[in-house]
Every structure is written in structure tokens, then in C-alpha cells.
């Protein structure tokens, strides 16, 4: 049974009824749902406090001397939350691929694009892709040029950037796919792509030359003619 009385109840009710006739039938809007919850607020900062605190260490120590457990100290946070974002201290380093990765998921979600007829056609609808997955690696550019030093003096890291990239190449290749390119264009163009890509990370004398050279490699490439 209810605490209060039936009379009581029946007058709340019919007070209510009275003041909604005054003021018209309003109907409250339900509330909007929040596009960032605090829990991946806190999921995303959590993980760029990894991320920084790795950054830290690396350049202090040396990638060797660091440990998951010095860069979880750091970011004061525990192992577990360190493996629930990284597999290990290597994909540390590489935690712009996935944000990388992430962008290029977006790209594709724009039906605006018809499918290239071409190779040429695929490479220039890659090209403002790439040139954005170039400003995102380089928009630090102090820590891009850490990261650009950790690679020259480690072999396992360079080998694991091989890897992210085959990965990046083979996004591109299922976004024109998934445009309606031929299977075979899209490969290609992808890894023409991947190579320009390559081509300015190779020339580039520090981040910030990064975009500039992207825009060069596509330029030099994109010029040629069949002989």
C-alpha cells in the first residue's frame, strides 16, 4: 500500500490536471543522449596519459630501459587499464595509427564519392585522404620527430611500422572497394598511395616538411605519362 491517502492522492492528481490546463498540453522533449559519455571521456583520457607518459620515459630512458609497468607508474594507472588500450609497450608508439585508421573509416562513410573509373581516378580521390593521415602523424611535431628517432634506433619498431602500414594500405583498398572500384584498381591504387605516403615520411627532414612532401609525391607521380 501507498503511504499516502486515496483523497490526497486524487487532489495531487487533479491539481496537476488543473495547472496543465492553464498552461496548455506541454510535453517535455525527451532528453537529448550525450554523443561523448563520461565513461569514454574517461576511457580517452586514461589512454592519452599512456600515451604521453610513454613519451616521456622513451625519450628520458631509451626504449629499451622502459617497462609496461614504469609507463602505467607514470600515467598512474594500472596494468590492467595499460592492456586494455595497448598490447604492448610497441603499440605505444604507435597509437596515432589507430586514430590514422579511424579517419580513413570516416572517409569511407562519405556516399558522396562515386567509384573511380580508373587507377588515376582512384590514386586522386586517395590523395586528400593521405595528405590528412600525414597532418594527424605530424600534428605534435616534436613527438613525431621522437618517434621518427625511436624508429632509426630500433629494428623491431621499424618492423611493426611495416605492419601498421600494410594495415593502412589495406584500408584504403577496401574504402574504393567499397565505393564500387574494381577489386584489382583499388589494390593498386592503394599501394601507390601507401607509397607516396612512404615517399614523404623518406624525404621529410622533420614533421613539418610531412604534408609538403605528401603533396610533392602525388604531384611527381600523377604527372607521369605512359611512354
Known amino acids: 500500500m501507498n503511504w499516502y491517502s486515496v483523497p490526497y492522492h486524487t487532489a495531487y492528481q487533479s491539481d496537476l490536471r488543473s495547472e496543465a490546463g492553464r498552461m496548455g498540453d506541454v510535453t517535455t522533449p525527451p532528453a537529448t543522449p550525450p554523443s ?6 574517461k576511457q580517452r583520457r586514461a589512454r ?41 609497450k610497441t603499440e605505444v608508439v604507435f597509437a596515432k595509427e589507430r586514430a590514422m585508421l579511424d579517419a580513413i573509416e570516416a572517409a569511407g562513410r562519405d556516399t558522396a564519392v562515386a567509384a573511380a ?86 624525404r621529410s627532414r622533420s614533421g613539418g616538411d610531412l604534408v609538403r612532401e605528401a603533396h610533392a609525391a602525388f604531384d611527381e607521380l600523377l604527372a607521369l605519362r605512359a611512354g
Open 48 to 88: 592519452q596519459r599512456i600515451v604521453e607518459a610513454a613519451d616521456e620515459l622513451f625519450a628520458q630512458r631509451g626504449f629499451d630501459d622502459v617497462s609496461v609497468t614504469d609507463i602505467a607508474a607514470r600515467a598512474e594507472v594500472g596494468r590492467t587499464t595499460f592492456f586494455r588500450y595497448f598490447g604492448d
Open 117 to 202: 573509373q580508373g587507377v588515376r581516378e582512384a590514386i586522386e580521390q586517395l590523395r586528400p585522404i593521405v595528405v590528412d593521415l600525414c597532418e594527424r602523424a605530424a600534428e605534435d611535431l616534436a613527438a613525431y620527430d621522437r618517434r621518427a628517432a625511436l624508429l632509426d634506433q630500433h629494428v623491431e619498431l621499424r618492423a611493426r611500422d611495416a605492419l601498421k602500414s600494410r594495415q593502412i594500405a589495406t584500408r584504403l583498398g577496401e574504402l574504393l572497394g567499397e565505393r564500387g572500384t574494381a577489386e584489382a584498381t583499388a589494390v593498386l591504387a592503394a599501394q601507390v598511395a601507401l607509397g607516396c605516403y612512404e615517399t614523404a615520411r623518406i
Open 36 to 41: 561523448d559519455s563520461l565513461v569514454e571521456r
